[in-house]
């Protein structure tokens, strides 16, 4: 089974710039990546996701600032994040998503301050 580590959470000044990275233990060209987030007292919410074929979405709130990407040679996902807000303070999580699979990674803690 695929498992999966993020990495590059940290803290941030607000209308600063963060990039998380998601590597994958295998191959995983035919899976769905996606980011998702939880802030304290909140339920986990979409924030993009990128399919097999490269077709992205992304939530309403981070759309023109955060850019999901892939590089399936290196088994790794990636999220730019641009002109953080507090608001988007929160643990981001990976998923990995394939017919009835999906995993998720342990989390990264992204803090943005005023």
């Known amino acids: 089974q695929v498992q999966l580590v993020e990495s590059g959470g940290g803290l941030v000044q607000a209308g600063g710039s963060l990039r998380l990275s998601c590597a994958a233990s295998?191959?995983?060209?035919?899976?769905?990546m996606g980011w998702y987030r939880q802030a304290p007292g909140k339920e986990r919410e979409l924030v993009a996701v990128?399919?097999?074929?490269?077709?992205?979405n992304y939530a309403d709130s981070v759309k023109g600032r955060f850019t999901v990407s892939r590089d399936n040679a290196k088994n790794t996902v990636y999220l730019q994040m641009n002109s953080l807000k507090p608001e988007d303070t929160a643990v981001y999580y990976c998923?990995?998503?394939?017919?009835?699979?999906?995993?998720w990674g342990q989390g990264a803690l992204v803090t943005v301050s005023l």
């Open positions: 998923n990995a998503r394939f017919a009835t699979l999906e995993r």
């Open positions: 295998r191959s995983i060209p035919n899976y769905a």
């Open positions: 990128i399919t097999s074929r490269g077709n992205t």
